[in-house]
C-alpha cells in the first residue's frame, strides 16, 4: 500500500496538469464559441468542436508531458536528486500553464485579424517587436492590459498548486519508476498521435466544415503554433504541396495556362521566356508602383463598397481599371511578392522572407535594372520590416528610402510617417530622376493598425478618429495629393503608375476560402493609357507582365503570369489565393479549394459566397494543383532565379540559351 499511495503522491501533479490545462482549454474553447456562435450554429458543429477539441488536447497534453516522463527515472529515485525533480515540475508546469494562458488570450484578437488560430503569422510578427508592441498597444491597450496580468497570475496560481501537490512526495524506488515512465510514455506517444492509423493526426484531421475558423476551434493555439513551427521545416524545399503532381505535368500545365506561344520558352525545365512588347516604345517608359495598404473593394464606393475613396474613385474612370481583380493572400509581404516577381502564392511564407531567394530571385527590379532603369523601394517605415531591405537590394533595387529619410515630416506614427510625406517623397524623387528611366515600389502604411494619420485632412467617416474607415479616407486623400502633383511634373508624360492594394484589411467569411475578401481595386494610369474597365477575373501575378508590356519593355523573364493586354476574348480569367494552409483556384466563377492531405474540393462563386459543392472537375482541378505544385517546385530547385545565376549554378541552361541565340544579351 506504500508504495501504491508514493506512486499516487508522485503522479498528482501530473494529475493537476491535464486537469488544469483541461479546464482552461475547454474554457476558452467555449468563449470562442460564443465569439463565433452564428458560423458554429450555421456549420452545425457545436458537438464536432467539443469533441475533436477535447481529443487535440489530449494530443497537446501527450506531447508536453513526454519530457517530465523522461526525466522521472533519472531525477526522482533518489534523496539527493528530489529536490531539483520537485523545481522541475513547478517551473515547467508553471510556464507551460502560463504559455496555453498566454496562447489562448491572444487568440481572440488574431482571429478577428486573421479568421484563424495563431499560426505560421504569429511568429512572422514577433520578429519585429518594436512594429507589433505599438501596434498593439494602439490598437489592443485594453487586452493588453488585462491579459498579462491575467496570465501572470494563472502562471502563480499554478505553481502555488504544484509546489502543495508534491509535499507528501517521497523518492520512487527505480524499480518501480522504470516500468512506470514507460508506461506513461507509452500513453503520452498514443495520445499525442491520437490515432493507430499510419499518420498520426494533425490539421488536416478537422478540416470537416468549409469554414476554415470553425476548423480551427476545434484545435487549441498552441498546438496550432507549434504544428506551424514543425512545417517550417519544408519551407526550403518549396513548402508542402498540395496533391501528388509531377513536377513536369504542373510546368506543362502552368505554360499552356500562361498562354505564352510554345515558341517564346527558352528551354524545356522552367517558365523563362522572351516576352513581347505590346505597347512597344522608342523610349520604354518609367513605372511607378504605389501598393496600398489593406485596401479592399469593400472601401472603394465604385466596386459597391463604403464611399471612402472619392480619389481612387475617379482615377479608376481615368485608366485601366480591373474590376475583379484578387489578391494573392492576405499578407503585405504576399502582394510585394505578386506585384514584383509575379511568383504564385505556396503554403510557405512569401519569397520575400524565403532564403532561396534573398539574391539572383527574378523581380522587376532586375529586369529594369538590367536594362538602364534607376531602381528603388520606397516606404515610410523601417525597410528591414519583413526582411524587405534584404530582398529588395539583393535583388535588383538600388536605392532604399525609409522612415530615417525623412526631414520634419508632417506625422509620425507606429508604422513610420504619414502616407502624404510618403508620396511627397516619392514625387521628389521622381522629379530628380531627370531623363533617366525609373522604377519604383512606393508603399504605404497609413491604412494600418492602430490607425493614425494627422489631424485637419479629412471630413471624418466615423466619429471615433482611429477606425479603418477614416484611415482608408486619410490614405485616398494622399493619393490624390500625389497626382495632382504628378500631372504637372516633368516626369507624367513619360510614366505608367500602378495603384494597387497589397490585400484587404481583413479577410473573414465562413467559407473554406472568403474570396470577397480577396477582391481588391487596382489601376493603371498615365498620358499614354486609354481610359478601359477590365472585367475578367484577373490575379495580382498578372499584373508585371501587363505593365512590363505597357511600357515597352521586352525581354527574358520567368512570370506566369498573363499579359492582359494580349489576352484572347474566349480566355477565361483566372486568380490564385492564398489563405493560411489553404489555397483557390478561381477560373470565371469556378473556385478549386486545395487542402494539405485532402482531395481538390470545387465550388460556384456566386459573388459573395461560395456554393454548389459538387464533384470536383479533373480539368480545373489539374490546373489548380498544378499551380501550387509548380510554385514549391520552382522555388525549390531555385528556377525563379536569373538565368545566368542557374547557368553558373547547375549549367541547365546555357547550351539551350546559345542555341536559342540567347545567351549573348544576358552577357552584357
Same mark, same amino acid.
Not at 489593406?294 to 485601366?320: C, H, K, Q, Y
Given at each position: 500500500?506504500?508504495?501504491?499511495?508514493?506512486?499516487?503522491?508522485?503522479?498528482?501533479?501530473?494529475? *493537476?496538469? $491535464?486537469? +488544469?490545462? &483541461?479546464? #482552461?482549454?475547454?474554457?476558452?474553447? =467555449?468563449?470562442?464559441?460564443?465569439?463565433?456562435?452564428?458560423?458554429?450554429?450555421?456549420?452545425?458543429?457545436?458537438?464536432?468542436?467539443?469533441?475533436?477539441?477535447?481529443?487535440?488536447?489530449?494530443?497537446?497534453?501527450?506531447?508536453?508531458?513526454?519530457?517530465?516522463?523522461?526525466?522521472?527515472?533519472?531525477?526522482?529515485?533518489?534523496?539527493?536528486?528530489?529536490?531539483?525533480?520537485?523545481?522541475?515540475?513547478?517551473?515547467?508546469?508553471?510556464?507551460?500553464?502560463?504559455?496555453?494562458?498566454?496562447?489562448?488570450?491572444?487568440?481572440?484578437?488574431?482571429?478577428?485579424?486573421?479568421?484563424?488560430?495563431?499560426?505560421?503569422?504569429?511568429?512572422?510578427?514577433?520578429?519585429?517587436?518594436?512594429?507589433?508592441?505599438?501596434?498593439?498597444?494602439?490598437?489592443?491597450?485594453?487586452?493588453?492590459? *488585462?491579459? $498579462?496580468? +491575467?496570465? &501572470?497570475? #494563472?502562471?502563480?496560481?499554478?505553481? =502555488?498548486?504544484?509546489?502543495?501537490?508534491?509535499?507528501?512526495?517521497?523518492?520512487?524506488?527505480?524499480?518501480?519508476?522504470?516500468?512506470?515512465?514507460?508506461?506513461?510514455?507509452?500513453?503520452?506517444?498514443?495520445?499525442?498521435?491520437?490515432?493507430?492509423?499510419?499518420?498520426?493526426?494533425?490539421?488536416?484531421?478537422?478540416?470537416?466544415?468549409?469554414?476554415?475558423?470553425?476548423?480551427?476551434?476545434?484545435?487549441?493555439?498552441?498546438?496550432?503554433?507549434?504544428?506551424?513551427?514543425?512545417?517550417?521545416?519544408?519551407?526550403?524545399?518549396?513548402?508542402?504541396?498540395?496533391?501528388?503532381?509531377?513536377?513536369?505535368?504542373?510546368?506543362?500545365?502552368?505554360?499552356?495556362?500562361?498562354?505564352?506561344?510554345?515558341?517564346?520558352?527558352?528551354?524545356?525545365?522552367?517558365?523563362?521566356?522572351?516576352?513581347?512588347?505590346?505597347?512597344?516604345?522608342?523610349?520604354?517608359?518609367?513605372?511607378?508602383?504605389?501598393?496600398?495598404?489593406?485596401?479592399?473593394?469593400?472601401?472603394?464606393?465604385?466596386?459597391?463598397?463604403?464611399?471612402?475613396?472619392?480619389?481612387?474613385?475617379?482615377?479608376?474612370?481615368?485608366?485601366?481599371?480591373?474590376?475583379?481583380?484578387?489578391?494573392?493572400?492576405?499578407?503585405?509581404?504576399?502582394?510585394?511578392?505578386?506585384?514584383?516577381?509575379?511568383?504564385?502564392?505556396?503554403?510557405?511564407?512569401?519569397?520575400?522572407?524565403?532564403?532561396?531567394?534573398?539574391?539572383?530571385?527574378?523581380?522587376?527590379?532586375?529586369?529594369?535594372?538590367?536594362?538602364?532603369?534607376?531602381?528603388?523601394?520606397?516606404?515610410?517605415?523601417?525597410?528591414?520590416?519583413?526582411?524587405?531591405?534584404?530582398?529588395?537590394?539583393?535583388?535588383?533595387?538600388?536605392?532604399?528610402?525609409?522612415?530615417?529619410?525623412?526631414?520634419?515630416?508632417?506625422?509620425?506614427?507606429?508604422?513610420?510617417?504619414?502616407?502624404?510625406?510618403?508620396?511627397?517623397?516619392?514625387?521628389?524623387?521622381?522629379?530628380?530622376?531627370?531623363?533617366?528611366?525609373?522604377?519604383?515600389?512606393?508603399?504605404?502604411?497609413?491604412?494600418?493598425?492602430?490607425?493614425?494619420?494627422?489631424?485637419?485632412?479629412?471630413?471624418?467617416?466615423?466619429?471615433?478618429?482611429?477606425?479603418?474607415?477614416?484611415?482608408?479616407?486619410?490614405?485616398?486623400?494622399?493619393?490624390?495629393?500625389?497626382?495632382?502633383?504628378?500631372?504637372?511634373?516633368?516626369?507624367?508624360?513619360?510614366?505608367?503608375?500602378?495603384?494597387?492594394?497589397?490585400?484587404?484589411?481583413?479577410?473573414?467569411?465562413?467559407?473554406?476560402?472568403?474570396?470577397?475578401?480577396?477582391?481588391?481595386?487596382?489601376?493603371?494610369?498615365?498620358?499614354?493609357?486609354?481610359?478601359?474597365?477590365?472585367?475578367?477575373?484577373?490575379?495580382?501575378?498578372?499584373?508585371?507582365?501587363?505593365?512590363?508590356?505597357?511600357?515597352?519593355?521586352?525581354?527574358?523573364?520567368?512570370?506566369?503570369?498573363?499579359?492582359?493586354?494580349?489576352?484572347?476574348?474566349?480566355?477565361?480569367?483566372?486568380?490564385?489565393?492564398?489563405?493560411?494552409?489553404?489555397?483557390?483556384?478561381?477560373?470565371?466563377?469556378?473556385?478549386?479549394?486545395?487542402?494539405?492531405?485532402?482531395?481538390?474540393?470545387?465550388?460556384?462563386?456566386?459573388?459573395?459566397?461560395?456554393?454548389?459543392?459538387?464533384?470536383?472537375?479533373?480539368?480545373?482541378?489539374?490546373?489548380?494543383?498544378?499551380?501550387?505544385?509548380?510554385?514549391?517546385?520552382?522555388?525549390?530547385?531555385?528556377?525563379?532565379?536569373?538565368?545566368?545565376?542557374?547557368?553558373?549554378?547547375?549549367?541547365?541552361?546555357?547550351?539551350?540559351?546559345?542555341?536559342?541565340?540567347?545567351?549573348?544579351?544576358?552577357?552584357?
Amino acid at each position: 500500500m506504500g508504495n501504491i499511495s508514493n506512486i499516487l503522491n508522485n503522479l498528482r501533479p501530473f494529475a *493537476l496538469m $491535464i486537469v +488544469s490545462i &483541461l479546464l #482552461l482549454l475547454s474554457i476558452s474553447r =467555449l468563449a470562442l464559441i460564443s465569439l463565433w456562435y452564428s458560423r458554429v450554429e450555421q456549420s452545425n458543429a457545436f458537438g464536432f468542436i467539443l469533441g475533436q477539441g477535447l481529443r487535440f488536447d489530449a494530443v497537446l497534453l501527450g506531447m508536453l508531458l513526454v519530457p517530465l516522463v523522461l526525466l522521472m527515472p533519472l531525477l526522482s529515485t533518489s534523496s539527493l536528486m528530489f529536490p531539483a525533480w520537485r523545481m522541475v515540475l513547478i517551473i515547467y508546469a508553471t510556464l507551460t500553464f502560463s504559455l496555453i494562458a498566454f496562447m489562448e488570450m491572444s487568440t481572440p484578437a488574431f482571429a478577428e485579424q486573421f479568421d484563424a488560430r495563431p499560426n505560421i503569422l504569429f511568429f512572422e510578427y514577433f520578429e519585429h517587436p518594436k512594429e507589433i508592441f505599438a501596434t498593439l498597444w494602439g490598437a489592443y491597450r485594453g487586452q493588453l492590459l *488585462l491579459g $498579462i496580468p +491575467s496570465v &501572470l497570475a #494563472l502562471g502563480w496560481c499554478a505553481q =502555488l498548486v504544484v509546489k502543495k501537490s508534491m509535499q507528501a512526495a517521497v523518492p520512487l524506488s527505480p524499480f518501480v519508476a522504470m516500468p512506470l515512465a514507460f508506461v506513461l510514455l507509452l500513453i503520452c506517444v498514443m495520445a499525442a498521435r491520437s490515432t493507430l492509423a499510419h499518420r498520426a493526426v494533425n490539421p488536416s484531421t478537422v478540416a470537416r466544415t468549409n469554414d476554415a475558423l470553425i476548423n480551427d476551434l476545434a484545435l487549441n493555439s498552441t498546438y496550432s503554433v507549434a504544428y506551424a513551427a514543425y512545417e517550417m521545416r519544408h519551407e526550403e524545399q518549396g513548402g508542402a504541396r498540395y496533391g501528388n503532381m509531377s513536377d513536369e505535368d504542373a510546368l506543362a500545365i502552368v505554360r499552356r495556362e500562361s498562354h505564352i506561344p510554345e515558341s517564346a520558352f527558352v528551354d524545356e525545365y522552367t517558365t523563362w521566356h522572351e516576352a513581347g512588347a505590346g505597347n512597344a516604345k522608342a523610349r520604354p517608359l518609367n513605372l511607378v508602383i504605389i501598393l496600398q495598404e489593406s485596401l479592399g473593394a469593400e472601401f472603394v464606393g465604385s466596386m459597391g463598397g463604403l464611399d471612402l475613396t472619392p480619389n481612387i474613385d475617379a482615377l479608376r474612370e481615368e485608366g485601366l481599371s480591373f474590376d475583379r481583380l484578387y489578391a494573392t493572400g492576405t499578407r503585405s509581404v504576399r502582394g510585394i511578392e505578386a506585384v514584383t516577381t509575379g511568383f504564385l502564392p505556396t503554403p510557405s511564407r512569401s519569397v520575400v522572407k524565403l532564403s532561396k531567394s534573398q539574391r539572383n530571385f527574378f523581380t522587376l527590379g532586375q529586369m529594369l535594372k538590367e536594362q538602364g532603369y534607376d531602381t528603388s523601394f520606397i516606404y515610410g517605415g523601417e525597410a528591414h520590416f519583413d526582411n524587405m531591405r534584404r530582398f529588395f537590394v539583393n535583388n535588383g533595387f538600388d536605392t532604399i528610402i525609409d522612415e530615417k529619410d525623412y526631414i520634419d515630416p508632417v506625422f509620425t506614427g507606429s508604422w513610420g510617417v504619414s502616407d502624404e510625406d510618403l508620396l511627397t517623397k516619392a514625387h521628389q524623387t521622381f522629379e530628380a530622376m531627370g531623363d533617366k528611366p525609373f522604377f519604383s515600389l512606393v508603399f504605404s502604411s497609413s491604412n494600418h493598425t492602430p490607425f493614425e494619420y494627422p489631424d485637419g485632412r479629412i471630413e471624418p467617416f466615423d466619429k471615433e478618429k482611429q477606425t479603418v474607415n477614416n484611415a482608408v479616407k486619410y490614405a485616398d486623400y494622399a493619393v490624390g495629393e500625389f497626382f495632382a502633383k504628378a500631372r504637372q511634373s516633368s516626369y507624367w508624360d513619360n510614366t505608367v503608375f500602378l495603384v494597387v492594394a497589397d490585400h484587404n484589411s481583413r479577410v473573414h467569411g465562413a467559407d473554406l476560402v472568403p474570396i470577397n475578401g480577396f477582391h481588391i481595386p487596382a489601376v493603371v494610369l498615365g498620358s499614354s493609357i486609354k481610359p478601359q474597365h477590365y472585367n475578367k477575373v484577373a490575379s495580382q501575378s498578372d499584373l508585371p507582365p501587363t505593365l512590363l508590356s505597357l511600357i515597352g519593355i521586352q525581354g527574358l523573364n520567368p512570370m506566369p503570369g498573363r499579359d492582359l493586354t494580349q489576352l484572347a476574348d474566349d480566355v477565361p480569367g483566372r486568380a490564385i489565393m492564398q489563405f493560411n494552409a489553404i489555397q483557390a483556384y478561381m477560373e470565371d466563377d469556378e473556385v478549386v479549394i486545395l487542402q494539405k492531405g485532402m482531395d481538390p474540393q470545387c465550388f460556384t462563386f456566386n459573388g459573395t459566397h461560395l456554393v454548389d459543392e459538387r464533384q470536383p472537375d479533373s480539368r480545373i482541378s489539374n490546373i489548380a494543383v498544378a499551380h501550387s505544385s509548380w510554385a514549391s517546385a520552382t522555388y525549390e530547385n531555385g528556377r525563379y532565379k536569373s538565368l545566368l545565376a542557374n547557368s553558373a549554378d547547375t549549367g541547365d541552361n546555357h547550351d539551350v540559351l546559345a542555341e536559342a541565340g540567347l545567351t549573348p544579351a544576358l552577357e552584357k
